[in-house]
């Protein structure tokens, strides 16, 4: 089967969807299918490239030229409605490809939009995240969950992000742009049953199959690194039990909320955070006992070793997850996994099962958790095990299975 898929961004731009669409893409070469991207290009890139097997073609747009001239970012990202140049760009590629399916990935879909009845191919968009009805992509509202979108609401909130002007014109694009994906879309894949309520597929009885993102076959990839330079970049690790926490060092992560439970504790096993950076916060360790320890960008391989020598995973999310591969990784490598009952969570993490769920924002009763799985060991190995075998539900080769099969449904 022929595919062409759109993506904004792809590697050698590193980030989760990024590596998603690579992965998917790399993986349905193999299993026979002709494979194209099209994406937008970034200077020092070809615009044609072999990739793994996949055709990968890099263009340009009106919107991505202005932006260019306008801000120094080292990315640009496509605009939420029709660009001309990209509808041209796409054009000739559709000729040269000649899809049977096109999969979308984020807003380059509305570009293709005009072109979807003329290339008579089926249109498949999997919703990363909440781009469907959010400005921001986040579905929160003034660092709260936000109780669904509202024009003025959404044009203040967008205006707060953004600025004015962007702000604006976002929303307003996403309104009429909106409308047509909703009609033209053939399939919609949210990762997660959060994801599809959220962008109002469930609501609005549009066609939709819920379909996660995966994890390698094989979970624990060392991607090419020697155990010594693991080890170097682990150093700092505790040599006994201790409680983990991966993701963005920020607030909507549930940072704040997890030094207060972990303050709050009995007993003090070390805390260590691994992450990122988010903007300017600054993690306030003042006051809280214990042994807290960061490490910062950390290798993929160094972060699962990390998980496989913890004791307890912690996803104390205070925003609306979409698909959190942190929890897949986790169980992967037989952790139990305390996390927030928030967005895509649920999803992945079974409580009482492969972990416990915990409402977010709730520091007693995520210290109250942490309590139960450190006062009871054979808890934690039963959780881990069944953690373990729920990961292999998540494995490349059955999600990739799942999406063809949906190709094939579509076909037919």
């Known amino acids: ?101 096109v999969h979308a990935h984020n807003w380059l879909v509305h570009s293709f939009l005009p072109l979807k009845d003329w290339s008579g191919a ?14 921001k992509w986040t579905l929160l509202h003034h660092n709260a969950i936000c109780s669904g979108p509202g024009f003025r609401k959404c044009l203040g909130c967008a205006s707060g992000h953004y600025g004015p002007l962007k702000g604006a014109s976002t929303v307003l694009a996403m309104k009429v742009a909106g409308r047509f994906e909703r009609v033209d879309v053939d399939l919609f894949v949210p990762v997660s049953h959060a994801v599809a309520a959220g962008n109002g597929l469930t609501t609005r009885g549009l066609p939709f199959q819920v379909i996660p993102n995966f994890l390698p076959d094989v979970a624990y990839d060392s991607a090419g690194m020697l155990q010594q330079d693991i080890n170097d970049d682990l150093v700092e690790l ?26 709050s504790l009995a007993d003090h096993p070390p805390l260590v ?78 409580d009482g099962v492969t972990g416990l769920l915990v409402p977010p924002g709730d520091l007693v009763a995520l210290r109250e958790a942490i309590e139960r799985l450190l006062a009871e060991p054979g808890l934690r190995s039963r959780m881990g095990r069944a953690g373990k075998e729920k990961a292999s539900e998540f494995r490349a080769s059955t999600i990739v299975s799942r999406i063809e099969r949906a190709y094939s449904q579509l076909m037919e």
């Open 1 to 101: 089967m022929r595919v062409l898929m759109l993506s904004q961004l792809y590697p050698p731009h590193l980030g989760g969807l990024e590596q998603h669409v690579r992965g998917l893409a790399s993986r349905l070469v193999t299993r026979g299918h002709e494979v194209s991207i099209a994406t937008l290009w970034h200077k020092g890139l070809p615009e044609f490239e072999l990739d793994q097997g996949v055709k990968v073609h890099r263009i340009r747009g009106t919107v991505h030229r202005a932006a260019r001239l306008l801000f120094s970012h080292a990315r640009v990202y496509a605009p939420p409605f029709p660009d001309p140049e990209l509808t041209l760009a796409l054009r000739r590629i559709v000729l040269a490809e000649q899809p049977l399916i």
């Open 273 to 350: 955070l691994v992450g990122y950076e988010h903007s300017s916060y600054d993690i306030p360790l003042a006051g809280v006992p214990g042994k807290v320890i960061i490490l910062k960008n950390l290798p993929h391989a160094a972060v699962m070793e990390a998980w496989r020598r913890s004791t307890i995973a912690l996803i104390p999310s205070l925003c609306p997850e979409c698909c959190p591969t942190v929890a897949m990784e986790a169980m992967a490598t037989g952790r139990p996994v305390i996390a927030s009952d928030v967005g895509g969570l649920p999803d992945i993490v079974e």
């Open 122 to 135: 089926k249109l498949v968009v999997t919703l990363h995240d909440y781009g469907l009805v959010c400005a």
């Open 238 to 263: 505790p040599s006994d039990d201790y409680l983990l926490f991966v993701g963005a060092l920020g607030p909507h992560k549930g940072v704040d909320v997890l030094l207060d439970a972990y303050a």
